[in-house]
């Protein structure tokens, strides 16, 4: 088996027969004993890993999970709308860009399910979310819709050396 270096997505890793440390048990555990999660771990520990395997599992990836633990004890007859919010990939050096990259990732998913614009003159980014987790709930039959976010913290650790926009942030 070949080692995943720099490899971050499950389905990548799993299709090119990486070795994969099997972690299904704990995600079986997290999913049937709650329902919202903050995961906090350094850099460099899998975060990303972890979003993209529950992203693919949520999905009804059931060829990827072949001989681990979850195989046979997750319903792969039950799928599920996934939102896959990533923050990295982007530059965040002005007090601007981290609500610009939100709204862009809003835009697309507007555009992506056919949702009108809203009346509002600009509503905010927490209530057009709302609109479109809603609207996706609704025309996948009422199925419980998947928020994922990964690179949570790129915004933050990419301000963290300009003071000004530190101040700013805190103070806003």
Same mark, same amino acid.
């Given at each position: 088996?070949?080692?995943?270096? #720099?490899?971050? !997505?499950?389905?990548? +890793?799993?299709?090119?027969?990486?070795?994969? %440390?099997?972690?299904?048990?704990?995600?079986?555990?997290?999913?049937?004993? #709650?329902?919202?999660?903050?995961?906090?771990?350094?850099?460099?520990? !899998?975060?990303?890993?972890?979003?993209?395997?529950?992203?693919?599992?949520?999905? #009804?990836?059931?060829?990827?999970?072949? #001989?681990?633990?979850?195989?046979?004890?997750?319903?792969?007859?039950?799928?599920?709308? %996934?939102?896959?919010?990533?923050?990295?990939?982007?530059?965040?050096?002005?007090?601007?860009?981290?609500?610009?990259?939100?709204?862009?990732?809003?835009?697309?998913?507007?555009?992506?399910?056919?949702?009108?614009?809203?009346?509002? +003159?600009?509503?905010?980014?927490?209530?057009?979310?709302?609109?479109?987790?809603?609207?996706?709930?609704?025309?996948?039959?009422?199925?419980? %819709? %998947?928020?994922?976010?990964?690179?949570?913290?790129?915004? +933050?650790?990419?301000?963290?050396?300009?003071?000004?926009?530190?101040?700013?942030?805190?103070?806003?």
């Amino acid at each position: 088996m070949k080692l995943p270096l #720099g490899e971050q !997505g499950f389905e990548a +890793l799993r299709k090119e027969d990486c070795y994969y %440390v099997d972690k299904t048990q704990f995600l079986h555990q997290l999913i049937t004993k #709650g329902s919202h999660y903050f995961l906090s771990r350094p850099r460099r520990f !899998g975060k990303s890993l972890l979003v993209s395997t529950l992203e693919c599992l949520f999905q #009804g990836k059931k060829e990827l999970f072949k #001989g681990l633990y979850i195989y046979d004890k997750w319903d792969w007859s039950q799928t599920y709308p %996934v939102l896959t919010i990533d923050f990295s990939g982007k530059e965040y050096i002005n007090e601007n860009d981290l609500e610009e990259n939100i709204f862009a990732f809003l835009d697309t998913l507007e555009d992506e399910y056919n949702i009108p614009a809203s009346d509002e +003159l600009k509503p905010s980014a927490s209530r057009r979310l709302h609109k479109i987790i809603k609207h996706i709930y609704t025309i996948n039959s009422k199925t419980e %819709v %998947v928020v994922l976010i990964d690179e949570y913290d790129k915004p +933050l650790l990419d301000a963290l050396e300009d003071k000004e926009i530190s101040k700013k942030t805190v103070h806003s």
